[in-house]
């Protein structure tokens, strides 16, 4: 038996280990084809691969957290297993605690400091100290360090406080209720000086991270089912095609008109011809990029594969269409369990703000959490559906990260787009988005699932045991197998009941530091109304074709287009200024090549 735990414990880590290799693969594509191309940094692109992949690990760590708790004891006969001795227990407990730190350390070096310094030491690359050679990697280097060292002073006044702070939960005369008689809640308060630094620290960011998780992710989710189904084109590429063809023939044919109307006039054009004719071939300018447009769109000049990919992308429109139909469901029932969890802990909770709302065992049927505790009969059916939830939420947040853009209050920093995202504002979404998956965590184990996401399927015997010390058997009675809950008080649920890690530590932020737990559990409330905004709001506006944008963005393809040439004059000039002639690789002085640059014109920052 002890062979066939560890055979089902490392199938899970190895599953694990799988879903890590294709969020690395996942996050280079993303950060390859959401960066803007003549921009790229090598840093800066290193920097948030390994961020993301850190992100992704940590949100897909939770699944794996359930599974292992619950390979642990019989759903059926409510017992632990035979392999699952204490020490067994604990071994796993203790490895996934490691895994947890370990991630939670990655993540916030990686937000506090190392994406800190990557942003700085992007911004102090100053490309004609770099052409003359005025600037050392060195000096470079040092100013983006001295930016950084604010936030590593942020990082060791967050942990001294925490530190030397003493935690709510250790006042009884603050914490009252006989809820603290309880051994779930002893365990809770049992964290040594360490622990409790950890707590206030991460307790904090998921505040923060919840303010942005408002926001962004309650937009997200109401807006990625959304444009799913309304992923048709308002105007087809062979209709955009054809209308600007048409446009551009009209236009074209106003401008010999007015040549005609002017051709033998001795001192030219009038002024108002010749304005008329000036906003004409700015009108053509714009037309013919649109006509570009449109032949990219068709796949004119491309591969026999890009354009198979194109029509299969058209084929399967529908199929996009019904994944967004059952998207738009799955968000409608969160939206519907949150708000039935956050009444009933509202309600119901045993000990309200004194422990951010922890609440002993749903009073109300809960569609979502009754889905996975049904699911965990079909092995693995429950774990890979825990999987898609957190990545539903983790895609929401980049959704409206996406659509709303970076913002100061009112302001937009930054805008999010494929093939067009700054690399300054790709390091800043990676914070974010490292702040969300805290609030994310917190609501899928806290309002979600609760009781699935705490527990997992471990259930109990309520039966009395045959003789003192004997585990109680159900074999018999199976109408007296309970579920797990933080409410139970017997001996039996003690000995059965292994609360997952991630449950066990958000719990001990909330209990140890009431107000987070109080500002995190009302958020939800908001999260909630921002959704319900957001989804009617998109569900009556019609999507239109801005052409306006679409000229826009052509207009700056353009210019990506002729950065190269453009770089060359801009060194002229700057020749020109100084008065020196840039020496090129083989000695010689002369306007001629210099071997530097990939020939494409995309620049490549260090």
């Not at 560890?6 to 280990?17: C, D, E, N």
């Not at 058209?314 to 994944?323: A, D, E, Q, S």
Request: hydrophobic letters at 50%; charged letters at 15%.
């Amino acid at each position: 038996m002890a062979s066939a735990g560890l055979l089902q414990t490392s199938l899970i880590w190895v599953a694990y280990a799988v879903a890590v290799a294709l969020v690395l693969l996942v996050s280079v594509i993303t950060t390859l084809t959401w960066q803007t191309p003549h921009e790229r940094s090598i840093a800066v692109t290193i920097v948030s691969i390994v961020s993301l992949t850190a992100l992704l690990a940590t949100v897909f760590l939770l699944p794996v957290d359930i599974a292992l708790v619950s390979s642990t004891a019989s759903a059926h006969l409510g017992a632990k297993k035979d392999w699952a001795t204490p020490a067994r227990v604990d071994g796993i407990l203790l490895t996934l605690k490691i895994v947890y730190y370990t991630l939670y350390t990655l993540d916030a070096l990686l937000c506090l400091i190392v994406i800190p310094f990557t942003y700085f030491w992007y911004e102090e690359y100053d490309e004609v100290e770099e052409e003359e050679g005025t600037s050392s990697w060195g000096a470079r280097f040092w100013r983006a360090t001295k930016f950084t060292l604010g936030f590593v002073f942020l990082v060791v006044i967050l942990f001294l406080v925490g530190f030397f702070v003493p935690a709510a939960g250790k006042n009884p005369g603050k914490n009252p209720g006989k809820h603290m008689d309880l051994d779930y809640f002893k365990r809770l308060l049992a964290a040594n000086n360490g622990e409790k630094a950890l707590t206030f620290g991460v307790g904090l960011l998921m505040t923060l991270g919840t303010l942005l998780y408002v926001l962004y992710t309650g937009a997200g989710l109401a807006l990625l089912p959304v444009s799913f189904v309304k992923s048709a084109p308002s105007i087809s590429a062979p209709q955009l095609s054809a209308t600007t063809a048409s446009a551009l023939e009209r236009n074209r044919e106003q401008q010999r008109q007015l040549e005609m109307r002017n051709a033998g006039r001795a001192d030219g054009m009038s002024q108002k011809d010749g304005r008329e004719m000036d906003a004409l071939l700015r009108e053509e300018r714009t037309l013919v990029r649109r006509e570009r447009l449109a032949a990219e769109a068709r796949g004119d000049g491309r591969s026999k594969i890009y354009r198979a990919w194109t029509k299969v992308q058209t084929v399967f429109r529908p199929l996009k269409l019904l994944g967004g139909i059952l998207l738009l469901v799955l968000a409608l029932l969160i939206w519907v369990s949150m708000l039935i969890t956050g009444i009933d802990k509202a309600a119901n909770s045993v000990c309200k703000q004194h422990c951010g709302y922890i609440l002993g065992h749903l009073n109300v049927f809960q569609p979502i959490n009754w889905i996975f505790v049904q699911s965990a009969k079909a092995f693995p059916v429950d774990y890979i559906l825990m999987a898609l939830l957190v990545l539903f939420f983790f895609s929401s947040s980049i959704t409206g990260l996406a659509s709303i853009g970076i913002r100061f209050l009112w302001v937009r920093i930054f805008q999010l787009k494929k093939g067009r995202t700054a690399p300054q504002a790709l390091l800043i979404a990676t914070v974010l988005l490292a702040l969300m998956i805290l609030a994310v965590n917190y609501a899928v184990a806290m309002l979600v699932a609760p009781q699935y996401a705490i527990y997992g399927t471990q259930t109990f015997c309520v039966n009395a045991p045959r003789f003192p010390g004997a585990q109680p058997d159900c074999r018999e009675h199976r109408d007296m197998v309970r579920p797990c809950s933080e409410a139970f008080s017997e001996p039996a649920a003690k000995d059965v009941c292994t609360p997952t890690v991630m449950s066990t530590f958000l719990n001990r932020v909330t209990l140890n530091w009431p107000v987070f737990g109080a500002v995190n559990f009302w958020a939800q409330f908001v999260f909630l109304a921002v959704f319900l905004i957001v989804f009617v709001t998109s569900l009556f506006r019609t999507p239109r074709l801005n052409l306006s944008e679409l000229d826009e963005e052509a207009e700056v393809d353009e210019e990506e287009g002729l950065l190269a040439s453009t770089g060359r004059r801009f060194g002229a000039t700057w020749q020109d200024i100084t008065g020196r002639a840039k020496r090129s690789d083989g000695g010689q002085d002369g306007y001629g090549t210099s071997g530097h640059g990939n020939g494409s014109g995309e620049g490549s920052r260090a």
